[in-house]
């Protein structure tokens, strides 16, 4: 069975500090991967996607970027770090090429000081 | 572009009462449209799915959403809710980008059970 992972669960850094988020699938390969930011009580935000390794796409411009090393690997980073990146982070898959549900990580908890 | 609107951010049921979570949708195209559950501080769970098929779609936990076109309205419902059912529920429509797939999210309807 697949399985996605995603750490750390929470974490608190201060205004200019570097992020990085890591997220891992396991049990499939080639998959779509997704990076979602979710403000407080507000939906969720697509930030970037990507369909391989290497190819990232970007929904929206921001402070952050995000990397795929490895196939099943996807990375959200910052080289510093703004109030405004507080939120809840979600890394999903899908299989590519195939339309459906996405399935979520349990995600991961940024507050910025 | 796709789109959907949650009409209500917040409702609140008492234990064993039926559940209504209201949602309506743009689309340019037959959509795909989801319920995604969100309990605190965890990510999001599939409750159902509709991908052009039975217009009733029957998801887990006892939840069912119906697709009407002419109304392009996509509502949750569950005959008797229970005291778990308390969460974040997100509408969802999906929209093709370039061989990925876009989930685009309603703002999220929190549900209240009253003992």
């Known amino acids: 069975s697949q399985t996605i992972h995603q750490w750390p669960a929470t974490l608190v850094q201060p205004v200019g500090s570097p992020l990085s988020l890591e997220c891992t699938v396991e049990?499939?390969?080639?998959?779509?991967l997704y990076w979602y930011r979710q403000a407080a009580g507000r939906g969720l935000q697509l930030l970037f996607y990507?369909?391989?390794?290497?190819?990232i796409s970007s929904e929206v411009p921001q402070n952050l970027s995000a990397s795929r090393p490895q196939d099943r690997q996807f990375i959200l980073s910052s080289k510093k770090l703004l109030l405004s990146d507080s939120g809840f982070y979600l890394c999903?898959?899908?299989?590519?090429?195939?339309?459906?549900?996405?399935?979520f990580g349990e995600g991961s908890r940024l507050t910025v000081l | 572009a796709q789109s959907v609107t949650q009409l209500d951010s917040h409702v609140s049921v008492s234990e064993g009462t039926p559940v209504l979570l209201r949602c309506n949708y743009s689309s340019s195209y037959s959509p795909s449209l989801f319920w995604y559950v969100q309990h605190p501080n965890k990510g999001l769970q599939l409750l159902l799915k509709?991908?052009?098929?039975?217009?009733l779609v029957k998801g887990i936990n006892g939840f069912e959403a119906e697709f009407k076109k002419s109304e392009t309205s996509f509502h949750l419902t569950k005959p008797s809710a229970h005291m778990s059912d308390a969460a974040e529920y997100f509408c969802v429509v999906s929209d093709r980008i370039q061989g990925a797939q876009k989930l685009v999210f309603g703002q999220g309807t929190r549900l209240t059970i009253n003992p």
């Open positions: 999903a898959w899908n299989r590519a090429r195939i339309t459906g549900e996405l399935f």
């Open positions: 049990g499939t390969s080639n998959p779509n």
């Open positions: 509709y991908t052009s098929a039975a217009t």
């Open positions: 990507s369909v391989g390794i290497g190819q």
